[in-house]
């Protein structure tokens, strides 16, 4: 699983929205930033362990239940993480239903970097590229290329104006378009609307983001321009870098989630 497929993935767009927010934001920025940067963390920190669990509420007070991920980032020198190890546990809940054996998945990738810092391929745990990022005269990445076996499997381009972040026409190895996406962007570059449309242009989904202080603290989800679902993020614990370190995470106004977020600092 690569570092764009994992921001596409459901389990992401629920449980670490913030890293996709800030991939986007950093698409819009008129300045090259490091990961740590568009992740807005503070500190000279080597290594990031992210850890989703359920959670539930009792008698008023939040309850964290099993553990469902974990994702470890190792950052370099620069700011940028130079490997990924994402890790989902099954629930052992499953073993009681014979003749079905489960095992965690393990998902590793690794990056390489331009002499400009910039992110140009990420490969998996076999050595293989699995992305090839192209970037245009601005620094933005304009071209992400998604490969399958050393195949191209989907191709992703994004445009600009003004600088600003505000489409993104998907296709398939074929050459064939898949979807297309429209982003709407406030003064700051955050993008605040995401738009995706099927081949006969009819909106299909649209995502609307709440952001405080530089902290995403929700989204709606509407199916067609019927409101779907809605999620809020809070932040009850911060560390001495003041970086957040605990996320909940509420589901149509109900607790779904707790986010853990472990910096080790330099």
Known sequence: MNYIQRLNNTWIMKLILPALVAVLFASCSSKHKTDLENQGIRGNVSKIIVSNYDASEKFGEVQKGRLKSTDVQDVNEDGNNFKNTYTSFYDHADDTIPGIKRTNDVFVSTSRFNDKKQRIAELNDKNQIITKFIYNDEGKVSVINNFNDGKLSSKAKYSFADGKLTGLKEYNADGGLNENVKYTTDESGWVTEEQRFTTDNELKSKLTFSIKDKLVMG?????????????????????????????????????EGITERKLIYK
Do not use: A, M, S
């Open 219 to 255: 989204y709606k989800r509407y199916i067609g321009n019927k409101l779907d679902e809605t999620y809020e993020f809070k932040y009850p614990k911060f560390d001495d870098h003041k970086n957040w370190i605990v996320q909940y995470r509420y589901r149509n106004n109900e607790i």
